[in-house]
């Protein structure tokens, strides 16, 4: 190799790594022009469309240890590929519209309830993150946290053991192990915490975020996901965007 091509070689090393970093670990994608993460057309995500296809879950009682369970979406269609771009693709074209319109409803559900002091997230377990380079609900929930105002903490540790991803219902129940790590239990003790995680299908992430928490001394726990699995038979209905929504390619 020549050393005029080494030369252009390092440069471009150069070049990309000062984009990562100025873009704050987001992936380089985000300098391409967005895209629906619904459905990939050009423009705003997600597009008009994809928004008139969105369905909101029906209600569901919260799990145990939860004092209220916010869901944006039906994990269906265009709202499970919405989330799936960000949980596996590291798409975040979509994070701004789902933080706008769960912290909306976070804040709703905190007038019927006890509000939050401080937000964290479900952790995915440490071999996805460091084979994805990212958390998907640690993006959610910094996101959430920034449109509520509120601080965003690691408060919850994942345990060893395979992910939830394709578990049945029951092999769910027994599998989460999540802790609060003691240098994280004065941050939780006294607090009411908002836990935020990507999708909720048995409750039994959250039921054991929040007995870690109580555990830990959080006086209330409330859950906001960016999408529920709909039972066998149970229909989605149409969601009501609250927020207007602003193409960000014409801002």
Known sequence: MSIHVLFVVLAWLVLLRAVRLASDGAPLDALAPPVCGGCGALGA??????????????????????????????YEGVGRELVARVKYRNGRAALPWLAAQLAMRVRAAQRRGPPADVVTWAPTTGRRRR???????????????????????????????????????TERRRRPVLHVPPRARPRAAGRRVLVVDDVCTSGSTLAVAARALRHAGATSVT?????????????????????????????
């Open 131 to 169: 084979r994805r380079g990212f958390d998907h609900a640690e993006l959610l929930a910094r996101a959430v946290a920034a449109e509520l105002g509120l601080p965003c903490v690691r408060l919850l540790q994942r345990g060893p053991g395979p992910p939830q991803t394709g578990a049945s219902f």
């Open 223 to 251: 859950a906001a996901v960016a999408a529920r699995t709909l039972g066998r038979g149970l229909p989605g209905r149409p969601l009501k965007v609250v927020i207007a929504w602003t193409d960000p390619t014409h801002r």
């Open 45 to 74: 995500s997600p597009c008009e469309p994809c928004l008139a296809v969105l369905q909101r879950p029906p209600p569901m009682p919260p799990p145990a240890g939860v004092d209220a369970l916010v869901a944006l979406l039906a």
